[in-house]
Structures are given as structure tokens and as C-alpha cells.
């Protein structure tokens, strides 16, 4: 193996200077053999360690391609998706995650995917197995494109106040510290960008909010607040329609800082508490955003408009709640049709 020739130094050492990936490396000796031998040695365990680098990443192991899949996406996903990618790496498809992508059979993976079954719920492995086949999907391997999921959870019905409770939420969180930042959730929305909302972007008597920010817990539980997001919502004008709302920020208008001075977890409770006093079903602050949602589709809202102002990037919700609530009203609108037949045969008597 061929190294740098030793130079004997003023001081009577021999210096062998080796270069490794663009770093100085100085192999110091006061005995030639042994400065140069150790410079062989270390240049050997590098070669070593270049080479399987290499081969992990021609032949890389479940573990190593969610690696490199996310170095490819550092910076077009947000940290809370990063988060998530980790965890999924960390805690799930244990079983192959350090076996090479080569070596897992097509036929392998719906046994491997009944075990994920037998310990997590349905979603979690539904969400596991997004991220595992995307990796897959980038590397060209193959897996069975029609796989049982089983025990798959019936939908759950979308969770959101009617307009009933809606009103009777908002007499309650009236007076509560947190009442902006839940109403705010109320009018659309999320809570990660309620949480990167200063005072300084808000005029006290404003009829609108701006969103261009928000504020998550990367995959090293620290928050990070990022000003752009990837799609349309990133900015979008929050329409400040509740009277409570407005009135609020007009007397606890700060001038500066931030508009929700408390951990996310501190709004969540709020929002829990402001429900079992209004005695409406207990909902979460993103629920809160589906209840904006909600209203809307009670109002006859056109949902290109809901989905504006909300900053909805796809139909699949809106279309859920919009569905659901037509079905609601079907026993209004069967009442109102009702009455219109009766009262003309009355008017005929």
C-alpha cells in the first residue's frame, strides 16, 4: 500500500503526512519504520471503511436507505416530518431494519407486516409502511403491490363541534387566558402556526391574521421554527370573523413577542378545559380546525373557499366533512320540505 515517504523533521522525528478525504493527517515517529507503519495501518482502516461505506450504499440495509432517503429530503420535508421518518426507523420493522434490501423477499413482506400488526395499532403500521415503502419504491426494490392490512380500523367519524356547541365554546373560552390562540384554531388555523405568531405581525385592530410560519419539534426534540412551508398554505390570509376574537386581541394586545407565550401541550389543555365548562364534546385544537371546517359546510360555504381560507392544499378533508355534514342535514332539509307541502295543503283547506 503506498504512503507519503517520511521526512525526518528538525527535532529528529519522521513525519509521514498522509491526506485523507481532503483532511491532514500527520503521522509523527521518532523511529521511521514505526511512523510509517503506523501510516500504513491508519490508510488501511480508512480504505476499510470507504469501501464498506461504499458497499452500504450500493447495498444498503433498511436502516442505511431511510438514512440516505432522508439526506435526500433534509430540506423539502419539515423537521416534524424528520421526526417522524426517526422514530419509525427507531422503533419500527425492527426485525429487518438491519438486513440488506436485497435480502428481504418480495413474498416476506406480508408476514413481516401481520408481526408489526400484532403489537401496534392499525394506523401506526399503516404509517410505518408508508415510509418503508417509499424507500423501497426509491430503491427499486420489490414488495407485493396488493398486501392484506390486517386488522385495518374502521373510519372513525371526524371529530368537530356543531354550531350549536361552536357558539356555546366561544362564550366560555371568552374569558380564558388562551382565548385568542383557540379561537384562532377555531377560524382554520393549525397549532404549530399559532405557535410562530408574534405580536409585532399583528395590528390590535385587525381583520385579518397572516400565517407564513410555523413553529414544530424536530427529530431532536428541539423546536424549530421554519418561516416557509412547502405548499400553498404557507401564507394565507385567517379572516378574523368571531367578535370575541377580535375584542380579545384588541385589549391583550402585547406589541411584542410571542402570541402564544406557553408550550403547545398548555394550549392543548386549555382548549380541553374551555370545553367541559361550555358542556360541549371535548375537542382536540386540530379539531377545532375541522370545526371551522364544519361550519362552513353548515353555512353553504362553497368548500373552494373553506379550503382557502383554511389552507387546506387537498380535497380529501374537506371532502370527509362536507360529506358528512350534507348527510346531517338531510333530516333538515326533509323537515323543511315537509312543512312546504303541509302548509300549502293547509292553505288549500
Given amino acids: 500500500m503506498k504512503i507519503p515517504k517520511a521526512i525526518q523533521l528538525k527535532n529528529g522525528e519522521w513525519v509521514v503526512r498522509l491526506r485523507l478525504d481532503g483532511q491532514p493527517i500527520h503521522v509523527k515517529n521518532y523511529n521511521k519504520s514505526k511512523a510509517e507503519k503506523e501510516a500504513q495501518l491508519i490508510k488501511a482502516e480508512y480504505e476499510k471503511s ?16 431511510i438514512d440516505l432517503y432522508i439526506a435526500e429530503r433534509q430540506n423539502s420535508v419539515s423537521p416534524a416530518t424528520i421526526r417522524t421518518y426517526r422514530t419509525i426507523q427507531k422503533c419500527r420493522f425492527q426485525s ?8 428481504i423477499h418480495e413474498s416476506e413482506w406480508q408476514g413481516i407486516i401481520d408481526d408489526e400488526y400484532a403489537r401496534l395499532s392499525a394506523k401506526t403500521v399503516k404509517t410505518s409502511w408508508g415510509l418503508i415503502k417509499s424507500v423501497l419504491d426509491a430503491n427499486k426494490m420489490p414488495y407485493p403491490k ?6 385495518e380500523a374502521s373510519k ?17 373560552a371568552k374569558d380564558d387566558p388562551y382565548c385568542i390562540p383557540m379561537l384562532l384554531a377555531l377560524m382554520s388555523m ?20 397572516q400565517t407564513n410560519g410555523t413553529r414544530v419539534m424536530d427529530e431532536h426534540h428541539h423546536w424549530v421554527q421554519k418561516d416557509l412551508e412547502k405548499t400553498r398554505e404557507s401564507s394565507r390570509n385567517v379572516p378574523l370573523l368571531i367578535p370575541e376574537l377580535r375584542e380579545a386581541i384588541k385589549q391583550q394586545h402585547k406589541g411584542t413577542g410571542k402570541l402564544l407565550d406557553a408550550h403547545q401541550m398548555t394550549l392543548r389543555r386549555a382548549v380541553e378545559r374551555t370545553c367541559k365548562k361550555a358542556g360541549v364534546p371535548v375537542v382536540t385544537v386540530h ?8 361550519l362552513s359546510a353548515h353555512l353553504r360555504i362553497p368548500k ?18 362536507y360529506t358528512h355534514i350534507c348527510r346531517s342535514d338531510i333530516e333538515r332539509y326533509k323537515n323543511e ?7 300549502t295543503k293547509a292553505a288549500k283547506k
Avoid: C
Fill in 304 to 321: 373552494e373557499i373553506s379550503m382557502e381560507i383554511g389552507g387546506w392544499s387537498n380535497d380529501k378533508t374537506m371532502d370527509a366533512i
Fill in 146 to 151: 396488493k398486501l392484506t392490512l390486517l386488522r
Fill in 190 to 209: 393549525r397549532i404549530a402556526e399559532i405557535d410562530a405568531l408574534r405580536w409585532e405581525d399583528i395590528s390590535p385592530n385587525a381583520d385579518f391574521i
Fill in 96 to 103: 429487518v431494519m438491519d438486513r440488506r434490501l436485497e435480502t
Fill in 337 to 343: 320540505m315537509w312543512q312546504f307541502y303541509n302548509k
Fill in 156 to 172: 372513525k367519524e371526524a371529530s368537530w363541534l356543531e354550531p350549536d356547541d361552536i357558539k356555546k365554546f366561544v362564550k366560555a
Fill in 287 to 294: 379539531q377545532l380546525r375541522h370545526s371551522f371546517a364544519s
Fill in 50 to 65: 470507504k469501501h464498506l461505506e461504499q458497499r452500504l450504499i450500493k447495498q444498503p440495509t433498511l436502516r442505511v436507505a
